[in-house]
């Protein structure tokens, strides 16, 4: 389904990726890991369309989408949420999901006042505020919302935009057990119908979801497989994930 060959990208003197290679299939859960620094979320913006790489080529249902700025890349068909949370504060849970939805981003977003009368689309925000776990939410500002409902609006905002890949960027970072239990149980869902791409710290999450997972440390990939996989890998038992059950 989306394929990047060779990623090449540096600021400065300093290179970030280094000839990275990533293939995601379609209906499956790919997983990326690594240490702080080790490229993720310069990957993830070069997947995404927020930086253009130096040198290699993305592809996405077999088009050549290298480059491309994140406003056509949505358009595609790809959302993604972000470490650091991207919400309107002063809206409410309703309008953020509202915003993004391929019906407002048509007609502008200067027509939110007059979506009231819009029964279908404020029932498909409302679908999708239900699907993460916010339906008794809808009017609430986003600033009001707890951390963990905040982490799933975001979710629920990337939804909103009716994706048919969703990149997920440490959707657990900042929660507890019980914030975290809850996301898992809403990606495990997203899974039947959204193929998905996520980077994730917490790798007993992330080994628990994911179908492929590939390992990146120094700006490379080091390693991929399926949790199984790596769990054998020797770099993995070196290291702290060889002692996830």
């Given at each position: 389904?989306?394929?990047?060959?060779?990623?090449?990208?540096r600021?400065?003197?300093?290179?970030?990726?280094?000839?990275?290679?990533?293939?995601?299939?379609?209906?499956?859960?790919?997983?990326?890991?690594?240490?702080?620094?080790?490229g993720?979320?310069?990957?993830?913006?070069?997947?995404?369309?927020?930086?253009?790489?130096?040198r290699?080529?993305?592809?996405?249902?077999g088009?050549?989408?290298?480059?491309?700025?994140?406003?056509l890349?949505?358009?595609?068909?790809?959302?993604?949420?972000?470490?650091?949370?991207?919400l309107?504060?002063?809206?409410?849970?309703?309008?953020?999901?509202?915003?993004?939805?391929?019906?407002?981003?048509?007609?502008?977003?200067?027509?939110?006042?007059?979506?009231?009368?819009?029964?279908?689309?404020?029932?498909?925000?409302?679908?999708?505020l239900?699907?993460?776990?916010l339906?008794?939410?809808?009017?609430?500002?986003?600033?009001?919302?707890?951390?963990?409902?905040?982490?799933?609006?975001?979710?629920?905002?990337?939804?909103?935009?009716?994706?048919?890949?969703?990149?997920?960027?440490?959707?657990?970072?900042?929660?507890?057990?019980?914030?975290t239990?809850?996301?898992?149980?809403?990606?495990?869902?997203?899974?039947?119908?959204?193929?998905?791409?996520?980077?994730?710290?917490?790798?007993?999450?992330?080994?628990?979801?994911?179908?492929?997972?590939?390992?990146?440390?120094?700006?490379?990939?080091?390693?991929?497989?399926?949790?199984?996989?790596?769990?054998?890998?020797?770099w993995?038992?070196?290291?702290?994930l060889?002692?996830?059950?």
């Amino acid at each position: 389904m989306f394929e990047a060959s060779h990623l090449h990208k540096r600021f400065g003197a300093h290179v970030v990726l280094e000839d990275v290679s990533l293939r995601f299939a379609v209906g499956r859960l790919t997983g990326i890991m690594g240490p702080n620094g080790a490229g993720k979320t310069t990957c993830f913006n070069l997947l995404t369309g927020r930086y253009a790489p130096d040198r290699g080529r993305v592809t996405f249902e077999g088009r050549d989408i290298t480059g491309l700025p994140p406003r056509l890349i949505a358009r595609l068909g790809i959302s993604r949420s972000f470490q650091i949370m991207n919400l309107f504060d002063e809206y409410s849970a309703l309008d953020n999901v509202l915003v993004a939805t391929p019906g407002v981003r048509r007609r502008g977003f200067a027509v939110l006042a007059d979506l009231s009368r819009d029964r279908a689309l404020l029932a498909r925000a409302r679908e999708v505020l239900a699907r993460v776990g916010l339906a008794g939410k809808a009017a609430a500002r986003a600033k009001d919302l707890s951390y963990g409902e905040r982490r799933a609006l975001e979710i629920g905002v990337a939804l909103a935009a009716e994706p048919r890949l969703l990149f997920l960027d440490e959707p657990t970072a900042g929660l507890g057990t019980e914030g975290t239990a809850r996301i898992a149980q809403l990606i495990q869902e997203l899974k039947r119908s959204i193929t998905l791409v996520m980077i994730e710290h917490d790798m007993k999450f992330l080994f628990g979801l994911a179908d492929h997972i590939y390992v990146m440390h120094w700006g490379q990939v080091i390693a991929e497989g399926t949790p199984a996989m790596l769990r054998a890998n020797p770099w993995v038992q070196r290291s702290n994930l060889g002692q996830l059950g």
